[in-house]
């Protein structure tokens, strides 16, 4: 290295220049390990969809319900015409219990689950059912590639023959004989299942009730309805719903349920990671031209480089160990080993003290963004104020320094 450019690089105006801009070029990996991480999360999708194609998608259950046809008189001419007309039961009760299971493609885990279901309730005869006399009784339910085995349909006491239908699971059906408007027709449904991400449901009675347990850890419940009662535990949980028809826009409009998946995939969180990139690696690259301010311990151009590539080469790291162990291990595993390289690194620059407090620095950033990733609601205002804290702290170490000269 000449004279001439130690010169040139040692005036702290263009240093700060060259370093913001090599600072900005570490964007142009980072952006290539983000599309990585894009591919991969495709790639668990992709699986995700050939696993319940085959397993069972999210399931939405409805009913069940009694629908039946009647001759209508339309018109001055007294032309009859047939109608549909559907009678849904006065009280519903769901009782579901719902144990999950990871299934494995390639590399990717995929939540599912299966669920047994008991559904009973009342439905009171209408004049029109009454003289009919006959219809169909029918679950409306999303994926009936998902059902094990045979349902049981029970009416007044009977078994009926279980066939498909356009809208689920159906079975016909035949009154008693005498059977009047007002009367109490007792029924219940038992059906194993298997879905995936959901399981939800539409409250189709004048009072729907749902009992739901699970041996999931993480629900998130969703709709028009939440729980009126739960308890979530580490080894699963119970919640409870009791809708009136009262709150209700109709039986097909409304819906509620629980989703049965991870919220956050490892792939999203190493994308949030990865947005933080260019700040650690900003913040790094002005504490490392402090140290050079006040130790007087020169940096060059080709250490800032490689200390660049150090951090962005992180996210490959928390990427690819996040493909078989957890997110929360593979941070840590990738923080410690960037922390240990670069620790040394700057020992073998610096030579004093200061290589720790780089080192020191380099390990509280990521354990601060880990952090920062843990939080939701208000992670933007706990960033913002770490980055004021910061700023303080660059101001109080360069309030006395002077420009021109070397450093």
């Not at 005869?125 to 059902?147: N, P, Q, T």
């Amino acid at each position: 290295m000449t004279q001439t450019f130690k010169n040139f690089w040692g005036n702290p105006i263009v240093k700060v220049c060259i370093i913001s801009v090599l600072a900005l070029l570490m964007g142009i990996p980072l952006i290539m390990i983000r599309n990585q991480i894009n591919d991969r999360e495709y790639q668990h999708q992709h699986s995700l969809d050939h696993i319940t194609d085959s397993w069972g998608h999210p399931q939405t259950f409805s009913g069940p319900y009694i629908r039946y046809e009647y001759l209508k008189e339309t018109g001055e001419e007294k032309e009859k015409k047939t109608v549909s007309e559907t009678l849904y039961p006065d009280d519903l009760k769901y009782e579901v219990s719902s144990a999950a299971k990871e299934l494995h493609r390639s590399i990717y885990d995929i939540s599912v689950y299966t669920a047994d279901l008991t559904i009973q309730g009342n439905f009171i005869v209408d004049e029109r059912l009454a003289a009919v006399g006959s219809g169909e009784l029918i679950l409306g339910m999303d994926d009936l590639k998902g059902i094990q085995g045979e349902p049981s349909f029970n009416l007044s006491g009977k078994d009926l023959k279980v066939k498909a239908s356009s809208y689920g699971i159906m079975a016909e059906i035949t009154l008693e004989d005498g059977t009047r408007e007002g009367d109490v027709i007792p029924f219940q449904v038992s059906l194993k299942i298997n879905g995936s991400e959901s399981l939800s449901f539409k409250p189709a009675g004048r009072i729907t009730q749902v009992e739901m347990r699970s041996d999931y850890p993480d629900p998130s419940f969703f709709g028009d309805f939440l729980p009126t009662e739960r308890d979530i535990r580490p080894d699963g949980f119970t919640a409870k719903w009791s809708v009136s028809q009262l709150t209700m826009a109709s039986p097909t409009d409304n819906y509620f349920g629980v989703n049965l998946v991870k919220p956050v995939t490892q792939y999203r969180q190493t994308e949030r990671a990865a947005k933080y990139g260019i700040l650690i690696v900003f913040l790094i690259f002005i504490a490392g031209f402090v140290v050079e301010m006040v130790s007087k311990k020169s940096i060059n151009l080709i250490q800032y480089m490689v200390i660049g590539a150090s951090l962005v080469l992180f996210y490959s790291l928390l990427l690819a160990f996040s493909d078989f162990l957890s997110f929360g291990l593979s941070y840590l595993i990738a923080s410690v080993m960037t922390t240990a390289a670069l620790g040394g690194y700057f020992a073998g620059i610096v030579k004093s003290k200061w290589a720790w407090l780089l080192t020191g620095l380099v390990a509280l950033a990521y354990g601060i963004i880990y952090i920062l990733l843990q939080m939701e609601t208000f992670a933007f205002l706990a960033g913002t104020l770490l980055l004021f804290v910061i700023l303080c702290v660059i101001m109080k170490l360069t309030k006395d320094m002077k420009l021109g000269g070397d450093v």
